[in-house]
């Protein structure tokens, strides 16, 4: 009796430890580089389109991925590339003239880039650039770019610093004359 349970003992094992033979992959799967359908992560639409000219200081850059694609990784004006998941990008205070973004599916080698030009002030103007100014120290630069403007004469422009300027009374408020 017990050689008898022993043997059904080592049958139940042997026969317990033996699987199925593999399967075949799942070639339907988009997501495996070796099926018949398989997409490849990428970028396939982006606005606004390439080439084109925006005339706001604000944009929203929006972009689709094919299916496969979660997550993206996008890069402005040739800065270091940010992870997101989200699929817009909103973009305010720009100051003028070409920008350039690019967009990919994380980890890709590949980017879509566009460029557009901000033109937020069609026609006649003045422009300071940069817009918006965040300065420390007393080196800092601001250009006034005359767009479009025809027989200029002069101009008063006053420049403010806010109530916790570092400086006395004298330096927190700046007149600036000019004629040409």
């Known amino acids: 009796m017990k050689k008898l349970f022993k043997n059904i003992l080592i049958i139940s094992l042997i026969v317990s430890g033996c699987s199925a033979p593999p399967t075949e992959p799942d070639y339907d799967n988009p997501y495996d580089e070796q099926g018949e359908d398989y997409i490849p992560p990428a970028i396939t639409e982006i606005t606004p389109a390439d080439g084109s000219e925006v005339n706001s200081r604000d944009v929203t850059i929006s972009w689709t991925g094919t299916s496969v694609v979660e997550k993206y990784e996008y890069s402005f004006n040739g800065g270091s590339f940010v992870e997101t998941s989200d699929s817009t990008l909103f973009l305010s205070d720009l100051d003028e003239g070409i920008k350039t973004f ?79």
């Not at 002030?121 to 918006?132: A, D, E, N």
């Not at 080196?139 to 570092?166: K, Q």
């Open 102 to 180: 690019s967009i990919k599916p994380l980890k890709a080698d590949k980017d879509t880039s566009i460029t557009f030009t901000v033109n937020a002030i069609p026609g006649p103007g003045i422009v300071f650039s940069p817009r918006v100014i965040t300065a420390d120290t007393t080196d800092t630069t601001v250009s006034l770019i005359l767009e479009e403007v025809e027989n200029f004469m002069g101009a008063h422009i006053e420049i403010y610093c806010d109530n916790d300027c570092p400086y006395n009374d004298t330096y927190r408020h700046l007149l600036i004359f000019f004629f040409l």
